[in-house]
Every structure is written in C-alpha cells, then in structure tokens.
RNA sequence: GCCCAGGUGGCGGAAUUGGUAGACGCAAGGGACUUAAAAUUCCUCGGUCGCAAGGCCAUGCCGGUUCGAUUCCGGCCCUGGGCACCA
C-alpha cells in the first residue's frame, strides 16, 4: 500500500478525538504547561500559525511520552477591528462573523493534527470571558491603578480609535493597519502600567528563560534613568515669577560645573514668562508657535538643533555661574522636567546646540561629590525617571469589552457593580462606518441608572483595548468555565507559570509586557500564584517566501489548506520544522516541502515492507552490521532527545533522516535481515512528536495495539551507543594530512606513535625537528614541527 | 546616532568546553530501471592547480592569541531588527 496521507490523517485525527489523551486530567503526573500564541480568529490560517503550533504541539507531544500531565490550551483572541470592518463592508454584525471564521479555523487545525485540549477553549469576545476582562479592570481600579486623564494621544486616523504607545510602530504607525498615527487631545482611560516599572524592569532577571534581545527590548522600553533633580534660581527681568526655580532632571550631576546654559521644552510653562519683557518675547512666542504646528514625532526625528534665547538666566547651585536660558524644540516636555542643563563638553546635543548658538563651553572639571552635596543642602533630590508611560486603554470601537462605567451628572464616573457584569454588547447596532463609535446607537446601552445615587447615567461608550483580553487568557486557561470567578486560586497554583510560552518576536512589547503587568498585578490582589507568567519564552522567526513576509498584497501566501491537501499535514509540520531552526526566518521553499514528503515516503516503505524473519546467528559474518544498527539507532535516541530538549528541531530530523538512511544501507546490504520491527518501532517513535499521523499509522501496522501516543519517550543505552572504533585525525602544524582508524581502547603512546609513522606524516615531518606531539583523547594528534 | 541579532557551498542549514568545516535536505550533473515519463535507485557535487597521488586557497574583511580559530580578542564592512534628541 502506498503512502496516502489524505487517508490515514483524517482517520487518526478522528480516533484521537474519540480518546482523549489522559493529559491535564492526569494529577498524579508532574505538570507542563505548554502555550502558544492564540490566533486572532482572521478566519485563515496562515504559515506563521502553522509554524507556531507545529513548534507546540512537537513540544506537548514529546512531554507527554516523557510523562508529564500537559496543558496544551487554545483559544480565540477575537475581539478587534478586523471583525468590525468586515461587519461594515458586509453589512453584518461582527459576532457572527467571528464565529464563522472560529469554525473554519478549528477545522484548519483539527487537519494539522494539532493536539490540542479543547474542553478547555475560550472566545475573548464571549460574554462568559469578557466579564472577567471588565472584572479585571474594576479590580485596576479599585487598586488606584486605572483612571481617566486628558492627555495628548495616538490617534489612528482609519482606525478611528486612539492607541497605546506601544501600538504606534516604527515610522510613527498604526501597529494593525500601518497609517501614520495623528495626535489629539482627549480624555481617556489609562492603567497604571508606571506603577509597576520599577518591579517590570528588575524583574526582566527572574526571566532566564526568555531570549536576551526580548529582555532588552523590554529594558529599553521602560527605560529607567536614576539620577538628580536639582533646582536653579532664576534671574530674570520679569520680576512676576511663579516660582523663583527652574527644576531640572540630569542623569550626570558630576557634570555640573560644566553647565553653560539651559534648555526649556517650548511647552515649558516658565518659557512665556521668562522673555515678558524681555527684547526676545517675541522671538520666543514666535518660535512656541511655530513648533506647536509639529509632530512630536517629526520633532523627534528632525534632529534639528535651532531654539531662542527666553531673556532669562539661571545660577548654578554648584558653582554660582549665571548662564542663559534657552527654548528649544530638542527638550521634550514630557520627560523629567521638560528643561535640561546644558554640558556641551559631556553631551553631543548640547554641544551640537552650542555650536549652533554661540554658546560657550566649558572646561570645568567632574566632580563627584556635588550630588552629596546638594542633596544635603536641600537644593536636589535624588530622583528616577522611566520612559515607560502609562497603558491608554479606551477604544472608541464597538468589538471590545465594554468599559464597565457609568457617568453621573453628581457622583462622576462610578464602577459598574460586580453583580451587574458583564456590561454586555448590544445587539441593536448597525455598522455604516460613519460617525462615531456604533455603541453611541443604542439607547438601550446608553441608558443607565448611577449605582451610588440612582440618577441618570450614562454609560462609558468606549471599549478596553483588546490587548486586556490577551493579558490573562493563560490563567483562564487553567479554569476556563468558572462563572464564579476569572479562575480558582488553586487550579491556577496547579498549572502556573506557563512552562513553555512560544510566539513571535513582534510581541516582545506589546502582549509579553502588558501581560506581566496584569500578572502581577493579579499577584498583589492574591488572584495569581505567580508574578511572572511565562517561564520559558521561545520567539519563532517569520515564514518569508521570495524574501518577503508571506501576504496577499505580495502575492507570495502559501495556503496550508493546499499543502496539506497535497501532500499532508505531517509533510507541511515536517517541513516547517526542518527547514529552518525556530527562532530564525523560514524561508519557504515548494521544492524542500516535496523532500520532507520524500522521507516520510522513505519511512513509509522501510516500516510497511519490514521482513519479520528470526535475527540472524552472532556467528553470521554480517552480524557487526547489526550491531551498528542498533548503536545509531541508541545515538540517534540520545540527539534526537537532546535536540528535542534545546529547540533544535531541524537537526532532530536530520538524525531522524540520518537513521533512516542507516536502515536502508542495512537493508541492502544484507539478505538476512532479522526482526526490526523494534528498532522501527523506535524510530516511529521518534518522528511521532513531528509527524504523528504516519508514526500511529505504521505503530499500528507494526502490529502494536495501542496508540503510538501513549507510549513511553524511548531510552538509549549507554553501553550501546559506544563506538568499537575511532578515526584519529592526524595534523602536521594544525593541518590535516591523515586519518588512522584505532580501536576504541587504544592506548595514547600507541596512538602518538603511529600518528607519527604513516606515510604521508612523514613527507611533511622529514627533516624537521618535532618539538611535541598532542594528542586530543578520540579526536586528533598533532604533530608539532620547526 | 544608539542598542541587539547575524554574515559558512548554487540554496536552506550542520559543526561538544577552540580540535577532521560543509551533517541533513534542496537544486544541479551523470548512470541504472522503463518503449517513454513519473516514481525509485546508484554515483558526483566549496574553489582552484594537477593525468594522478596530492597540493594550495576557503566560514564578510584586516590583524591578534594559540600547537590548532567558523568558535576567543581588537578594528572595520555589510544585512536584518529594535529604539529614536529620554537629558
């Protein structure tokens, strides 16, 4: 019979569904918490997903033939604007359409052969999980860590909705649809993220198994400065100060001495005042004016170092210089105190900015005792800055969570009380795209009665940022039916942390810092068992073809329905996983998918044709040849497990392949081949965890009973994998000139000596002195010459 | 500009703590089988010189350490990613 993976993939796939694998059921086994990124429910799987679930799946497949009682929960993150968009463009409402795409999708991966635990799914966008989402955010609240600030903020201008600013991209965009993000004033819902920073930042050293470039992506997002805020009197013409000091932020206060002027941010509120007055007012509202017309962002990457003289002075505490007080667009207002002190001699924007201006600069030496002094004498204060800013997380969408507040014209806004959630979406909205946020439509959610006072309210019409959602979906997982609560304290304890986290790198930020807030955050509130949610972090590369990121605009998508249709599911997971080690870029290549499908061919014929004759007599000549079966069969357990271990698929199927290869030469070469239905067993084994289908399918006509799932992860033995013999390479000066082949248990004067005496050592050794010879115990002897 | 990651055959990629560079696969070329093709199978396959044995060169470039460097150190070049005047 021939290898035809559209016949026994749908056939396993079937009867696995009807038996469930013991897994997460399993208590008296040790846990393993295995977790993939769950999808947003775009209604198409795509190669990146494929990938990401071929990773997890080798990993919950190979930990539990360890035997570890594995959670291999997935789920849809199916809130967001892509569902709302379409509800437009179709006239339809997006719940619908996300269960639609849902079902296609689990049809998807059921094909893959994915193992997944599916009592245990969840639907963000589900009234029973979106409750706890508001639950969530009413629990920020009463903590003092959300609240309602105006502020200037990211707005998408095609999303129509405002953005966090780790959802504004390189380029100053949209992290969904790529437009140019616009800056608005508005009055918005943040979560105290800031709170948390310092706790965000040192706990990065807890994490040892997330990738470093991770790790300092995250540093360097948060950002943190320790240094001094130090206050300078001000002299200036205008005698009607506010306050007589400039405070001013500097990380290098052994710099102070060097200080030849200082810099306000445009928006500075001592900046108009300074120059009233002054021969300069003019110039300096001129100028305030001018950069109120640019972006934050084109300030930013402008590089410009232009400002004005404001007419004011400054004296620095340190020494009792008066030095000039500028303005300039190059001080950002909303970091430290929106004025610097400038050292042109130690920075090269204030040198730029000096040169620029014809400002002095000075020679004065460092001093590291001032910031004693200062702080002493009152005038500083030690101080810590981040660049991290809080989580803005009001959407002016419908496809969220729905803010849990009500407005009141006497009691303000009031958390909507517990027993009252989920603040469910309504029904009766139409989607046109026009105008405002679809919720601002429904009477029936508008109106609200005030829960403190009983008046009239109104409800919030904003929804929370989808990224709420996907920030504690992995501790739902643990209790995903609870309509008591988010999720018990003691099945959470059971399962977290996660053990394996896998993903892609483009949520280094993003999702992977958002959900360590809420963990711990959770973690102070007594909800979480841990404050660190994922143990291990593995960030898979991108699925490139051509060289470019896979995408219909490109025309360069592979469709795994096609694949998988063509030459199977084990062929496409195979593929993904060989052709490139996980972390790195795959790039896709039509004609390797045709070799993976090659080799499960080869072990199609090898395990289907499998002679069970008796083993040949030890006394038979070729009997040696079986014993080197049997050593590489042990060496390739002990790789594959090995490789297994470190993520390092590629080369895990590259023993399998060797192994496989190493059974057709034993093949060939003897008539007498003895039983191997063990040995291939084994090696069914080993491919089960990358190619499940066809493994089950020959462990079963092996002859086997059970599943080939609920077999134990093979072992090597030691004494087996033992070479008899050993190639020594031989080197003259480090160079190769020979091999010798040694038994195993050569001695090393016997090794050196021979090395020293083969012909072609000799032509180089002639004539020369040998001054040592080394030897490398099994590996080489070099020979040392003048 | 700063911070990461990475540069190995025609391609994807392998190489324990420094120890035979190129595992495994793809592509390519040649042979067998076949009326033919597909499938399968066998051989060759970094460059260069040589009839051959073999030599020389080769892991982005230039140096260094070492008996020996893809691996360690210093300096450059290039590619990809992140941050973007954070004082």
Redesign the pocket.
């Given at each position: 019979m021939d290898y035809q993976p559209s016949q026994i993939e749908p056939k396993w796939q079937d009867e696995w569904e009807k038996q469930p694998t013991p897994d997460s059921t399993a208590t008296e086994r040790p846990k393993y918490y295995d977790l993939v990124m769950f999808p947003y429910p775009s209604g198409n799987l795509h190669m990146g997903h494929v990938r990401n679930y071929a990773i997890g799946d080798v990993i919950a497949r190979y930990k539990r033939m360890q035997g570890f009682s594995v959670l291999h929960p997935i789920g849809w993150d199916a809130f967001g604007m892509p569902a709302e968009n379409a509800a437009i463009k179709n006239n339809t409402h997006p719940k619908p359409w996300t269960e639609k795409c849902i079902e296609r999708m689990k049809i998807q991966l059921k094909r893959l052969g994915i193992s997944y635990d599916w009592d245990r799914e969840v639907n963000t966008s589900s009234e029973e999980y979106y409750k706890w989402t508001q639950w969530i955010f009413l629990l920020m609240l009463k903590r003092g860590l959300a609240y309602r600030k105006k502020a200037q903020v990211n707005w998408c201008p095609k999303c129509q909705t405002v953005l966090a600013n780790e959802q504004v991209?390189?380029d100053n965009q949209c992290w969904r649809c790529e437009s140019i993000v616009e800056e608005k004033e508005l009055e918005q819902w943040f979560l105290k993220i800031t709170d948390y920073a310092d706790r965000l930042l040192t706990d990065i050293e807890k994490l040892s198994g997330w990738p470093?470039?991770v790790k300092?992506?995250q540093r360097?997002?948060i950002?943190k400065?320790v240094?001094l805020e130090v206050d300078f009197t001000i002299y200036s013409p205008n005698s009607q100060l506010r306050t007589p000091n400039l405070k001013i932020?500097?990380?290098?206060p052994d710099t102070l001495f060097g200080v030849t002027y200082m810099v306000l941010?445009p928006e500075h509120p001592m900046a108009i005042e300074l120059s009233k007055g002054t021969p300069q007012e003019k110039e300096v509202l001129a100028y305030i004016e001018k950069t109120k017309k640019e972006s934050t962002h084109d300030?930013?990457?402008?590089?410009?170092?232009e400002g004005v003289f404001t007419g004011g002075y400054a004296i620095n505490p340190a020494n009792g210089d008066k030095v000039p007080i500028w303005i300039a667009?190059?001080?950002?207002m909303g970091?430290?105190t929106?004025a610097?002190m400038a050292v042109p001699k130690h920075?090269e924007?204030d040198l730029a900015f000096a040169q620029q201006n014809d400002l002095p600069v000075s020679d004065n030496p460092l001093d590291n005792n001032i910031a004693d002094k200062l702080v002493n004498s009152g005038i500083a204060k030690r101080k810590t800055?981040f660049?991290l800013r809080d989580w803005l997380v009001s959407r002016q969408r419908y496809w969220g969570a729905p803010i849990p507040i009500i407005y009141c014209e006497k009691c303000g806004a009031v958390p909507v009380p517990e027993n009252d959630l989920p603040v469910k979406l309504p029904m009766d909205v139409k989607f046109t795209g026009e105008g405002a946020s679809p919720l601002t439509q429904s009477k029936e959610f508008m109106h609200a009665v005030c829960p403190l006072c009983g008046g009239v309210g109104r409800r919030e019409t904003d929804t929370l940022d989808t990224f709420n959602c996907s920030s504690w979906y992995y501790l739902r997982y643990s209790d995903p039916h609870n309509n008591e609560k988010p999720f018990d304290q003691a099945l959470a304890k059971k399962w977290m942390p996660v053990d394996q986290y896998i993903g892609g790198i483009e949520h280094a930020?993003l999702h992977l810092l958002y959900s360590r807030f809420f963990t711990k955050v959770l973690f102070d509130a007594g909800w979480s068992p841990t404050d660190e949610p994922f143990k291990n972090l593995l960030t898979q590369g991108m699925v490139v073809k051509d060289g470019a990121k896979m995408s219909k605009s490109k025309g360069n998508v592979v469709d795994p329905d096609y694949i998988i249709e063509k030459f199977g599911a084990d062929t496409a997971r195979l593929f993904i996983l060989f052709?490139?080690?996980p972390e790195?870029?795959l790039?896709w290549?039509d004609?390797?998918v045709?070799?993976s499908y090659?080799?499960l061919?080869?072990v199609w014929r090898l395990a289907s044709q499998v002679p069970s004759s008796n083993f040949p007599d030890p006394s038979n000549e070729k009997y040696s040849d079986q014993i080197k079966l049997k050593r590489k069969l042990h060496q390739t357990i002990k790789a594959v497990t090995e490789d297994i271990e470190k993520f390092?698929f590629?080369?895990a199927i590259?023993r399998l392949?060797?192994l496989t290869?190493t059974f057709?030469d034993y093949l060939?070469n003897n008539s007498n081949i003895g039983n191997l239905s063990l040995e291939i067993g084994h090696l069914l084994q080993l491919l089960s965890p990358f190619a499940p289908h066809i493994s089950e399918e020959l462990w079963h006509q092996l002859g086997n009973k059970d599943s080939i799932l609920s077999q134990p992860w093979p072992k090597y033995d030691p004494k087996l994998i033992v070479e008899d013999e050993m190639?020594i390479?031989i080197?003259v000066?480090?160079?190769?000139?020979d091999?010798l082949l040694f038994s195993s248990d050569a001695k090393e004067e016997e090794i050196k000596e021979k090395a020293q005496k083969t012909d072609?050592t000799l032509i180089f050794t002639a004539g020369k002195e040998i001054v040592k010879v080394?030897y490398?115990p099994k590996?080489?002897v070099?020979i040392?010459i003048k």
């Open positions: 991209v390189k470093e470039p300092i992506m360097n997002w950002g400065s240094g932020f500097t990380t290098r941010a300030r930013a990457i402008s590089n410009s170092k667009d190059y001080v950002l970091y430290g929106g610097v920075d924007r800055n660049k930020i052709a490139s080690p790195k870029e790039e290549n004609q390797g045709e070799g090659r080799f061919n080869r390092s590629n080369t590259a392949m060797e290869n057709y060939n190639t390479a080197q000066n480090g160079k190769l000139r091999t072609k080394i490398i590996k080489l070099n040392v």
